[in-house]
């Protein structure tokens, strides 16, 4: 499985971005996927998750009520990230994973060693 994401760049506080993940070579329909972010000399910690057919999603605290998890109607490997209201804390990079559930949303986005696909990563900038 290949993870591409896209849309990154610099946005000023306040402002908003998309991010888009496309996931290629998933047979699987039982999956799940999610967005994690690095900023320099922390650890890479879960922005938001959801599962490809549906049934919920989860964010962290720091995100909830500003970003947007949600995935392509008519491609399901696709998955987005709606990003409002932004802050400079939210500069990183972010990673786009995938793999399947091995347990509740909130359980895996506290725990990246559970996620089996990554993407390269796409950067953030807000000033």
């Known amino acids: 499985v290949q993870l591409v994401e896209s849309g990154g760049g610099a946005v000023q506080a306040g402002g908003s971005l998309r991010l888009t993940c496309t996931a290629s070579?998933?047979?699987?329909?039982?999956?799940?996927m999610a967005w994690f972010r690095q900023a320099p000399g922390k650890k890479r910690e879960g922005v938001a998750a959801?599962?490809?057919?549906?049934?919920?999603?989860?964010y962290a605290g720091s995100v909830r009520g500003r970003f947007t998890i949600s995935h392509d109607n008519a491609n399901k490997n696709t998955v987005y990230l709606q990003m409002d209201s932004l802050k400079p804390e939210d500069t990183a990079m972010y990673f786009c994973?995938?793999?399947?559930?091995?347990?509740?949303?909130?359980?895996?986005?506290?725990?990246?060693?559970?996620?089996?696909?990554w993407g390269q990563g796409t950067q953030v900038t807000v000033s």
């Open positions: 959801s599962y490809t057919g549906g049934g919920g999603a989860y």
């Open positions: 994973a995938s793999g399947p559930p091995t347990g509740t949303l909130a359980t895996m986005l506290r725990k990246p060693q559970l996620w089996l696909n």
């Open positions: 070579g998933n047979r699987d329909s039982n999956q799940c």
